[in-house]
């Protein structure tokens, strides 16, 4: 049992950590065009002044409603140099948003599966 | 800007649609939320909650696809493999949600929508695709790795899929819609490929160190002890 345990311990670390390294590090080289959906949604118009001119799919597309939230657009505050900052913050946030969810569906050892389960 | 993930913004869908796939995505989240207690215990749930991280954090690597285009995982099929398609469809919604609320990566008023592409159209179509081929996928390494391969590229490619049908119901832009089914699915080919790459490599990642972890393979266990 405790080594089973030990084992999913180390496990949960190392996953965890290559997370942190990808968001925290890895993120760094990540290819800055626009993406698929995005670039396919501007064709046809063109950027001026940080508003879409011409006729295409994404014309009528706003900015965000958050777009000066601290961590908008994976910077911190604005500086694009902190994404590995801004990525380790999302992975941290996902992970205790999922792991909070998750742990509170989760069967618990001994009960059946239920309502109260 | 940088274009890290980049998910449909607010303005592309009119006020009714981005309404109907508000309720769409809830629903679906929903079932997802009674499905996965099934599948979650004290063993799996911490790890399914890393899964969540790691579609996070893989969706932070635009790789190029083709000259100024990138792309990105969109982890659905990813997910479900490894931790079904209930959870696995938690797993994307819970992290297009972090990324619309912390980083303004995906409207407010197209969460809905975009739920309702990545989380529940694209995880339950690269679902299926794996179950269909669970026997290749039990059958050798290269198999699983060709399923994995398989499942994620009809998963990106559906998600996109889903964003034409939106756009088709509620879309505020005049463009012809055959025009942009085309270019959407033409260019998440490309990106389904990369997703392909980097879903077979983890799943097989995976496979390789704990294959008691990867539900697509425990499930088979599962129904063999209970025909038995």
């Known amino acids: 049992m405790t080594t089973v345990r030990r084992r999913g311990v180390w496990l949960f670390t190392g996953v965890a950590l290559i997370c942190l390294l990808l968001a925290g590090g890895v993120s760094y080289l990540a290819d800055s065009a626009p993406d698929g959906l995005e670039s396919v949604l501007d064709d046809g118009c063109t950027e001026t002044g940080g508003e879409l001119r011409g006729s295409c799919a994404g014309q009528h597309a706003r900015d965000h409603a958050l777009a000066d939230s601290p961590l908008a657009d994976y910077a911190v505050a604005g500086n694009d140099s902190l994404t590995g900052v801004a990525g380790v913050l999302g992975v941290l946030a996902t992970l205790a948003v999922a792991g909070g969810l998750f742990r509170l569906l989760r069967r618990r050892a001994g009960k059946p599966a239920g309502p109260d389960g | 800007m940088s274009a890290i993930a980049m998910h449909a913004s607010d303005g592309l869908f009119d006020a009714p649609t981005s309404l109907l796939f508000a309720a769409v995505a809830v629903a679906g989240i929903g079932a997802a939320v009674l499905g996965a207690r099934r599948d979650l215990d004290d063993r799996t749930a911490p ?49 297009l949600v972090v990324q619309a609320l ?127």
């Open chain 2, 47 to 95: 790890l399914a909650g890393l899964v969540a991280a790691f579609v996070f954090a893989v969706q932070m690597l635009n790789f190029p696809v083709l000259p100024g285009v990138s792309g990105h995982l969109l982890g659905g099929a990813l997910a479900a493999i490894l931790a079904g398609p209930w959870v696995g469809a938690l797993c994307v919604g819970i992290v």
């Open chain 2, 102 to 228: 912390l980083f303004a990566d995906g409207g407010l008023t197209a969460l809905g929508a975009n739920v309702t592409n990545m989380a529940l159209l694209g995880t339950a179509a690269g679902y299926l695709v794996a179950v269909a081929l669970r026997g290749l996928a039990v059958r050798s390494r290269a198999g699983l790795l060709g399923v994995a391969f398989t499942a994620a590229l009809v998963n990106t490619v559906v998600a996109a899929l889903g964003f034409v049908l939106e756009y088709a119901i509620g879309g505020q832009g005049a463009v012809s819609l055959g025009g942009l089914a085309t270019a959407l699915v033409g260019v998440h080919v490309l990106i389904g490929i990369g997703e392909g790459l980097i879903t077979a490599l983890t799943v097989g990642a995976v496979a390789a160190v704990r294959p008691d972890l990867v539900y697509l393979l425990r499930q088979r266990a599962a129904t063999r002890e209970a025909v038995a």
